[in-house]
């Protein structure tokens, strides 16, 4: 993984370091996923979710190093699984194909160079057409986590039920990709909503009602999700 991040591609600063950590762990991370299955990649994001939500308070992945002066942990915790947690988040934001077309540019233009953070985000939005300062801003430059309440409703209609999640974000504002989960008549299914607003609505049309209902079914968001 470090023949991509931190030796085919360097880091400009210490501020930049999970260019190397974080996509060295997100490639290795990426390897477990295809080798060993969805079972085992989510027992990996939570993990990297358990381990942010220690060490967060601690600072923001562009510390860097400095976070191992007081707590060598939190720079593991942070610079390697947050981020690595982070970039998995953009991946399904922007779906696989938009993200390793920004990631393959991101090496094309950088390869054997010191790039910075910044260099990054162009690449990435570049490939996307998107502006996605107030992600970074949210997952790379603070230390602060999402609050997220959800609730539901069930609604008779003509074809079955209507489910409509609701979801409020009490502190900040974090655009993440949350998945909710739910099953009827055996059979288990998934669907994802980018959140990016302080509050916002997914509906499901279902033919009937769920048997269960699940907010986030791999942990994979740190913070706090009630």
Excluded: C
Excluded at 110 to 129: C, H, I, L, Q
Excluded at 132 to 142: D, E, T, V
């Amino acid at each position: 993984a470090h023949q991509w991040g931190g030796q085919g591609v360097s880091f400009g600063t210490y501020k930049d370091q999970w260019l190397s950590e974080g996509l060295a762990q997100f490639a290795a991370a990426s390897y477990l996923r295809r080798r060993y299955g969805p079972a085992a990649f989510s027992a990996i994001l939570k993990k990297f979710a358990r381990w942010t939500e220690k060490k967060s308070f601690r600072g923001p992945i562009v510390m860097g190093s400095r976070l191992s002066y007081r707590d060598f942990s939190a720079y593991q915790a942070l610079v390697y699984d947050k981020a690595a947690l982070a970039l998995f988040m953009l991946e399904d934001i922007l779906g696989r194909e938009t993200f390793e077309a920004g990631l393959r540019s991101f090496y094309e233009r950088n390869r054997f160079t010191a790039p910075r953070t910044g260099d990054f985000v162009k690449a990435m939005e570049s490939a996307s057409g998107r502006d996605l300062g107030a992600f970074f801003r949210g997952w790379f430059y603070s230390w602060e986590l999402p609050e997220v309440r959800t609730t539901w409703t069930e609604a008779p209609v003509a074809d079955g039920v209507r489910v409509d999640v609701r979801i409020v974000q009490s502190q900040g504002l974090f655009v993440f990709p949350l998945w909710i989960e739910w099953t009827q008549a055996g059979t288990t299914r998934r669907r994802m909503v980018v959140v990016d607003e302080a509050a916002e609505t997914l509906s499901l049309s279902l033919p009937g009602r769920p048997r269960r209902i699940r907010v986030d079914p791999d942990g994979a968001v740190p913070g706090v999700l009630r």
